[in-house]
Antibody
Framework: QVQLQESGPGLVKPSQTLSLTCTVS??????????WSWIRQPAGKGLEWIGH???????NYNSSLKSRVTISVDTSKNQFSLKLSSVTAADTAMYYC???????????????WGQGTLVTVSS | DIQMTQSPSSLSASVGDRVIITCRAS??????LNWYQQKPGKAPKLLIY???SLQSGVPSRFSGSGSGTDFTLTISSLQREDFATYHC?????????FGQGTKVEIK
């Protein structure tokens, strides 16, 4: 059963770049028909999709964050990463990585999810 | 972006109750709709995909229905472990968007 685990600094200063890594275990990041996604959730609020990457390197980002987001993949390490630049307090949230399963007729869904990592933006 | 609106935002129910949560999309999304369960301090867990397909390992008391713009998640007989927040999510187009969540609390 594939598992995902986020890692990275829990505190980032305003205007700096948030950097997180998701490590995929018990399965190859290259196997199957999957995308690899980042999703965030501010405390007490709803979920926001940040973007995803395919193992070919092709990406798709939420337009609300597109100018600040970069998602990359390192297949040799079975990892994918998120960079969010010029952060403000509004970027404080729980950040989740998730596998996007691509089913028949282009149905997709997020499963499984990592446990999440809390990132606080504060000086 | 497609807006997803859930109702109610919260509800109180008793063990054994039938619970229905609705999700409405701002435009037609066919059956590109997923449901997740999230317990406090935990990551969301997939329950239903493609509007009505039950994820492996999820109890059969959970069911999903709908297409177009209107969808429902039904819990046929609420169990204690079902008290959680439920989120709908459209996969019709990017950006993927979620509803604001429905919190199911103990009456």
């Amino acid at each position: 059963q594939v598992q995902l685990q986020e890692s990275g600094p829990g505190l980032v200063k305003p205007s700096q770049t948030l950097s997180l890594t998701c490590t995929v275990s018990s399965g190859s990041i290259r196997s199957g028909n999957y995308y690899w996604s980042w999703i965030r959730q501010p405390a007490g609020k709803g979920l926001e999709w940040i973007g995803h990457i395919y193992t070919s390197g092709s990406t798709n980002y939420n337009s609300s964050l597109k100018s600040r987001v970069t998602i990359s993949v390192d297949t040799s390490k079975n990892q994918f990463s998120l960079k969010l630049s010029s952060v403000t307090a509004a970027d404080t949230a729980m950040y989740y990585c998730a596998r996007t399963v691509v089913g028949q007729t282009r149905y997709t869904w997020f499963d499984p999810w990592g446990q999440g990592t809390l990132v606080t933006v504060s000086s | 972006d497609i807006q997803m609106t859930q109702s109610p935002s919260s509800l109180s129910a008793s063990v054994g109750d039938r619970v229905i949560i609705t999700c409405r999309a701002s435009q037609s999304i066919s059956s590109y709709l997923n449901w997740y369960q999230q317990k406090p301090g935990k990551a969301p867990k997939l329950l239903i995909y493609a509007a009505s397909s039950l994820q492996s390992g999820v109890p059969s008391r959970f069911s999903g229905s709908g297409s177009g713009t209107d969808f429902t998640l039904t819990i046929s007989s609420l169990q204690r472990e079902d008290f959680a927040t439920y989120h709908c999510q459209q996969s019709y187009t990017t950006p993927r968007t979620f509803g604001q969540g429905t919190k199911v609390e103990i009456k």
